[in-house]
């Protein structure tokens, strides 16, 4: 059975600060893929990154980078300088190759990012 | 503008009622998927489809309805069956079927509440 754990429940920043959102998981496949998506107020879902279990090179976005970690099982998030517009529910999500279903991406629980003005 | 419309935004219902949520995708995906949001429980899966007139139930389904009459639309039926309704559902796709590299694409949700 996969999993997603986002410790995280809710992070309050203030404009301009550093901020890193936490995701570990646990999967029995050994290819695998892991994402982040973020859901603003309006609600809808968007897509940021998609890594894939071979692929541990960090990856930097703008003031976004992502650090996965295979030894530590953790895909975290990284946003430098947070900004208002950055507060959102951010999302961590897993999905397998193996057969049952695995494919079906499983997501944390969220974290939930306020950044103050 | 390609994209997953979810209508309608809010919706309110009886008790004993049936209602449904509609989902449509004009992004030409196979696979589509409900998903029930609560507080501080992240996505749980309802149902999911990989192609037109199959479908699958996922870790939510009781209480729960859905079809796949045509690739485009994959309309969610919250049944009488269903206690606690009250919840955010999302609808999404992803191009490809059973396929773990799959992003998936949401719409922008409907809100249902019990009268």
């Known amino acids: 059975a996969q999993k997603v754990t986002q410790a995280q429940t809710e992070i309050s920043v203030v404009e301009k600060e550093d901020v890193t959102l936490d995701c570990v998981y646990e999967?029995?496949?050994?290819?695998?893929?892991l994402f982040w998506y973020k859901q603003p107020p309006s609600g809808e879902l968007v897509f940021l990154i998609r890594?894939?279990?071979?692929?541990?090179q960090n990856e930097i976005s703008g003031r976004y980078s992502w650090n996965f970690q295979k030894s530590t099982s953790s895909f975290n998030f990284t946003i430098t300088a947070s900004q208002v517009v950055d507060s959102a529910v951010y999302f961590c999500a897993l999905s397998g190759t193996a057969s049952g279903g695995s494919y079906i991406p499983t997501f944390g629980r969220g974290t939930s990012l306020i950044v103050h003005p | 503008d390609g994209g997953i419309t979810q209508s309608p935004k809010y919706l309110f219902r009886k008790e004993g009622q049936n209602v449904t949520l509609s989902c449509e995708q004009n992004l030409n995906h196979d696979a589509m998927y409900w998903y029930r949001q609560d507080p501080g429980q992240g996505l749980r899966l309802i149902y999911y489809?990989?192609?037109?007139?199959?479908?699958q139930k996922g870790d939510i389904a009781e209480g729960y309805s859905v079809s796949r009459e045509k690739k485009e639309s994959f309309p969610l039926t919250v049944t009488s069956a269903q206690k606690n309704p009250t919840a955010f559902y999302l609808c999404?796709?992803?191009?490809?079927?059973?396929?773990?590299?799959?992003?998936?694409?949401f719409g922008a949700g409907t809100r249902l509440s019990v009268l």
């Open positions: 489809s990989q192609i037109v007139n199959d479908f």
């Open positions: 890594r894939n279990s071979f692929d541990e």
């Open positions: 999404a796709s992803s191009r490809d079927r059973a396929v773990a590299k799959n992003i998936q694409y």
């Open positions: 999967t029995r496949d050994t290819t695998y893929y």
